[in-house]
């Protein structure tokens, strides 16, 4: 399949953000007087919402992980988002596709305003056709709504006219990526090198499982 449009994660798809937000949940849970959580625990807030993830993972209320949330983005704003790096590969993959005079789209849980700001601080901006992702105060907030918001938004990026969703395809690393793209009639491909597993991917309906950057080009190519 030929796809000439192409949704990215950015969370374990483009950068591997771990130890950014490993430290800034850490630091929210100090400022909440909540136990340490372990390394896998805190491992699993990479990709989901983090107030689904407060609640699931931490046990906390709504109202604790409204809180905690603020506490987390005191850190992560400061300094912490930045304290990632992009996966091998990537750069030259983005760039190939854009030669290539395809819409690359970057569809992500983290807010939009800080997306825009780690894309440019690594360069790959200049690639994105769309950023998009919710805005600060926005608390729940799933792949699917992120998805539909850029259905909205086609129309304006590509000069009037729409690419056919048959032709788009969501890339990303966990079961959150498929299932937004499953619900929103799109195909969606997995990579392993993220913060997902192989199993969950397969179980939400991921047509394609890559490896690499390399892999995601003969999947969206081929």
Do not use: W
């Not at 909540?34 to 390394?39: D, K, N, R, S």
């Not at 190939?96 to 005079?101: A, H, M, R, V």
């Not at 700001?117 to 907030?141: C, E, N, R, S, V």
Request: one cysteine or more.
């Amino acid at each position: 399949m030929y796809y000439t449009t192409i949704l990215f994660d950015l969370d374990g798809t483009i950068t591997d953000s771990a130890p950014g937000i490993m430290r800034s949940v850490s630091y929210a849970l100090e400022k909440m007087n909540f136990p340490p959580a372990p390394y896998e625990t805190l491992r699993r807030f990479i990709g989901p919402p983090l107030m689904d993830s407060f609640i699931r993972l931490i046990g906390m209320t709504e109202e604790e992980a409204s809180q905690a949330i603020n506490y987390y983005r005191e850190l992560y704003n400061a300094e912490a988002k930045f304290d990632a790096f992009v996966y091998d590969g990537i750069p030259e993959l983005l760039k190939k596709l854009k030669e290539e005079g395809r819409l690359v789209i970057l569809a992500t849980s983290k807010p939009q305003h800080y997306a825009e700001q780690i894309l440019a601080h690594f360069g790959l901006d200049q690639y994105f056709d769309l950023i998009a992702g919710p805005t600060f105060g926005t608390l729940k907030y799933e792949k699917a709504d992120i998805i539909r918001d850029i259905f909205n938004r086609l129309e304006h990026v590509s000069g009037g006219n729409p690419p056919d969703e048959k032709n788009m395809v969501m890339i990303g690393d966990t079961r959150f990526d498929v299932e937004g793209a499953r619900i929103c009639g799109l195909d969606a491909i997995g990579v392993t090198y993220g913060f997902g597993s192989r199993e969950e991917l397969e179980k939400e309906g991921a047509i394609r499982i890559v490896e690499s950057a390399s892999g995601i080009y003969k999947a969206v190519t081929y």
